[in-house]
């Protein structure tokens, strides 16, 4: 059996993010905050994305009594 070497997550550059993505932006208003974005904050992210014209789905944009 061949051990594989778990890689660590690389951590994001300011070049990472996109000005236009509103999920983008979230992500980046959190880390600059030192913090993981909220639940909340991610859907309202996914829900202004999916108005602009992205492609969404799944529980987290379509399931609005989810916490």
Same mark, same amino acid.
């Given at each position: ?7 660590? =997550? ?5 070049? %990472?993010? +996109? ?6 932006? =979230?992500? !980046? !208003? /959190?880390?600059?905050? !030192? ?9 309202? /992210? +996914? !829900?202004? /994305?999916?108005?602009? #014209? /992205?492609?969404? #789905?799944?529980?987290?944009?379509? %399931?609005?009594?989810?916490?």
């Amino acid at each position: 059996m061949i051990k594989k070497k778990k890689e660590k =997550a690389q951590e994001m550059q300011e070049d %990472d993010y +996109f000005d236009d993505c509103p999920v983008c932006q =979230a992500m !980046k !208003k /959190a880390q600059e905050e !030192k913090r993981s974005p909220t639940m909340s904050e991610m859907k309202q /992210a +996914f !829900k202004k /994305a999916k108005e602009q #014209g /992205a492609v969404t #789905g799944g529980p987290l944009v379509n %399931d609005d009594n989810s916490n």
